[in-house]
């Protein structure tokens, strides 16, 4: 009865949809049931998920039993955990490491945070002449450089053109200076490294990284190879603020200006108040997404040496590290049993647990974690991830961060799943004997995840047609 009196009522409102008379209820043919009260096709959706979490914790048991004994993953929904393996302890994280050095630096700098380089002098210009020397003053940023250098990624990236800033300088009519142009790298200390790093991660040995410094020009390195963009391929500067200042010697010759001495390094002093030009970086939260997406240790170190200088110049990776942690905890993000030795993840010092990972992907809609994930790379289309996952489900529907040393391997990010759920998950494995096929047992972790509901097909719970015979 109450099925009849329901479809009279459609009924109606169907036909006067349409401008035609209402049909009693007594001309509505009863509908012809087609499929079994029994089928699956009639289980609510409510219903279908406790079968899709068991399918889903029975899959993530079975890729977690074939990890490394020293390995844990996380998996959560809307900040809710839906899955955890040893997700509480900490292990080495390698380059998810830099998780926590892009939320830091959002949270303490602010995403619209930039970094100025300038170009000072004791005295204003005469007639286009300095009388004097000229100061280039770093402050850190990681990004500039030039065209040619930062053109050879493959994904399109923001950085600081120093031609620009030598374009200032010759706008602004000055054509001599009787001084040199001197760099000042002060904003940081002098070392050149975080020095609890292998010698092999040094610059000049295997060279993950550029000489660190507050002044540097294409990374730090006077050659570099104009396709491969590995750091191990380039020549670090001995002294990056020298060469960076040398560097911008050339560009304002090649504009014929001309500068009587020799180009070197050293501090402003006091009294160089005169600022000639000035150029800012692209904003923080776009520097976080480059350092992310092609990994970049660099940038990474530059961000934590930066943090220590918000507290107390000159900027130490030391006081970066403590700054670092205060501005996690201050997230409300759960520290215990975590430390951190640098800030790309290059040192076997750092512990971080999946769970931490995770926490710190989902930290509120607005805050660092969510911009965080708009600097993840994408599984076959960018960045780390451009040729992992390829010709898979979860090709353009999983970003994350990786993570590679020789011991570790590691993965943490977001999914998007086939059906239309948001997943957070990270996955982290340390072994002195890596298992060959670690990387193809983290994807199953992740493709698990893209299939989340995998329980009957929502269309199936539609009502077959109504077949007239």
Not at 128 to 149: C, Q
Not at 381 to 405: F, Y
Not at 418 to 432: I, K, Y
């Amino acid at each position: 009865m109450a099925l009849a009196v329901g479809s009279a009522w459609q009924a109606r409102l169907s036909d006067q949809e349409h401008d035609r008379p209402p049909r009693e209820a007594s001309d509505i043919p009863p509908p012809e049931v087609r499929t079994p009260l029994l089928s699956v096709r009639r289980v609510p959706v409510f219903l279908q998920e406790p079968e899709a979490d068991r399918r889903l914790l029975a899959s993530l048991e079975e890729s977690a039993a074939a990890l490394p004994a020293d390995s844990c993953v996380a998996v959560s929904e809307s900040g809710r955990e839906r899955y955890g393996h040893l997700a509480d302890r900490a292990f080495v994280p390698a380059s998810t490491q830099k998780l926590l050095t892009g939320a830091a630096a959002l949270a303490l700098l602010g995403p619209d945070h930039r970094f100025t380089t300038s170009v000072v002098t004791r005295s204003a210009p005469v007639d286009g002449v300095i009388d004097g020397d000229v100061w280039l003053v770093g402050s850190g940023d990681p990004l500039l450089s030039t065209g040619d250098y930062w053109g050879r990624y493959d994904d399109p990236l923001p950085f600081t053109d120093i031609d620009l800033l030598a374009a200032q300088i010759e706008d602004a009519g000055i054509t001599t200076i009787t001084g040199a142009v001197i760099g000042d790298e002060s904003r940081f200390d002098g070392l050149r490294w975080v020095e609890t790093w292998p010698e092999r991660f040094r610059p000049g040995n295997q060279t993950q990284s550029g000489p660190l410094s507050a002044l540097t020009v294409n990374d730090g390195f006077t050659r570099w190879d104009p396709e491969r963009t590995a750091y191990a391929h380039n020549t670090p500067a001995a002294d990056p603020a020298a060469f960076a200042a040398a560097f911008f010697d050339d560009l304002l010759e090649a504009r014929d200006l001309v500068i009587r001495r020799v180009a070197q390094a050293g501090v402003v002093p006091l009294d160089a108040t005169t600022e000639l030009a000035s150029i800012e970086s692209p904003p923080l939260a776009d520097i976080v997404r480059q350092m992310l997406l092609t990994s970049d240790n660099m940038t990474a170190e530059l961000l934590v040496k930066a943090l220590g200088a918000e507290v107390e110049a000159p900027g130490t990776t030391t006081g970066g590290l403590a700054a670092m942690r205060s501005a996690l905890e201050g997230m409300g993000l759960d520290l215990s049993g975590s430390a951190s030795a640098d800030g790309s993840g290059l040192d076997t010092g750092n512990r971080v647990s999946c769970g931490l990972l995770v926490a710190i992907l989902d930290t509120s809609t607005g805050g660092p974690g969510s911009l965080l994930e708009t600097g993840l790379a994408v599984a076959g289309q960018s960045g780390t991830m451009s040729n992992r996952l390829v010709g898979t489900s979860a090709e353009g529907r999983v970003a994350a961060k990786t993570g590679t040393l020789r011991d570790v391997v590691s993965l943490a990010g977001r999914v998007e799943t086939l059906g239309n759920r948001s997943l957070t998950f990270a996955v982290l494995s340390n072994a002195e004997s890596m298992p060959d096929d670690i990387r193809a047992i983290h994807d199953q972790v992740v493709l698990t995840l893209v299939g989340y509901p995998d329980g009957p097909d929502i269309s199936l719970l539609e009502p077959h047609p109504v077949v007239t015979r």
